[in-house]
């Protein structure tokens, strides 16, 4: 039994979409933007209508199937399934982008501006680019101290930034919709879990007035923590955030 030519175009579809989830996501572990996913996706589709209409003869075998559909009175109870589901499916999509939403828009701000290589906070200098969570170390060495610390950064959390970032850490807090920019998603895959624990430092001491220029155009409401939280308290809230959003830092590749 030979697969039709239609169906055989969607199963390829279908298949490279899949791959690429397994690849990217089981085997390299790597979190990949909906967006890159969505361009990929675009590209391969455009490739495989080429190689299937590539013959008046193929281009028939797809098209004759939905023609048929269209026109052969045997088929009308699917067809009007068809032209019943179809709509709804498209309508259903576009009321689905069309609704407002907690995401900052994508490209208009550099949301994960390049840190600089150091950076003055608590009256130190640190050196972002080798810093390092000091508690990180307990999560191996001692479990339990560690659960105590990611407990003791809950409360940092609770108290200082749930009003923003949201109980469950998804950017929607009672705050978040009278900013602009929108506190972050942390359960967001492009948040947190693509970056170091010392970016997260350097954000977190120096908030909204720490962000260098290419940031704008908007002032974020982002507060500056070094004013209100010891710098412990800091290592440990970010201990929380990973550990309540399942994520693990970005780390240099050498531990
Ligand atoms: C007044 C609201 C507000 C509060 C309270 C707040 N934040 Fe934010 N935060 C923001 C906004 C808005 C942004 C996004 C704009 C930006 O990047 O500065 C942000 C961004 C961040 C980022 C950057 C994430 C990334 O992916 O780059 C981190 C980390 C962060 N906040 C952690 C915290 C922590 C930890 C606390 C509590 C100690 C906290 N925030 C409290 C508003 C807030």
């Not at 440990?236 to 050498?254: E, Q």
């Amino acid at each position: 039994m030979r697969i039709p030519r239609l169906l055989q175009a969607v199963l390829v579809l279908v298949g490279v979409y899949g791959g690429f989830i397994v690849v990217f996501d089981y085997m390299l572990g790597q979190v990949i933007p909906q967006s890159l996913l969505n361009m990929y996706m675009f590209f391969v589709s455009a490739g495989v209508f080429m190689v299937f209409t590539f013959t008046e003869e193929s281009t028939n075998e797809i098209v004759g199937p939905i023609k048929a559909l269209v026109e052969d009175p045997s088929k009308k109870k699917l067809r009007n399934v068809v032209f019943i589901l179809v709509p709804l499916f498209f309508g259903w999509m576009t009321y689905d982008q069309m609704k407002p939403s907690f995401e900052a828009p994508v490209e208009l701000r550099t949301i994960h501006p390049a840190p600089p290589s150091t950076a003055k906070v608590y009256g130190k200098r640190y050196n972002l680019l080798t810093l390092v969570n000091p508690f990180r170390k307990f999560e191996k060495e001692d479990p339990e101290k560690f659960a105590e610390l990611v407990r003791e950064g809950g409360d940092v959390y609770v108290k200082n930034c749930q009003y923003c970032h949201g109980d469950k850490l998804d950017g929607k807090g009672p705050y978040a919709q009278g900013l602009n920019p929108v506190p972050l998603n942390f359960q967001d895959v492009g948040t947190i879990a693509q970056l170091q624990e010392g970016y997260l430092f350097w954000r977190i001491t120096t908030g909204g007035p720490g962000l260098p220029k290419e940031a704008t155009p908007w002032l974020s409401a982002m507060p500056v923590w070094e004013d209100f939280l010891s710098e412990d308290e800091v290592w440990k809230v970010i201990l929380f955030l990973y550990d309540y959003t399942g994520y693990s830092p970005r780390s240099w590749g050498h531990e």
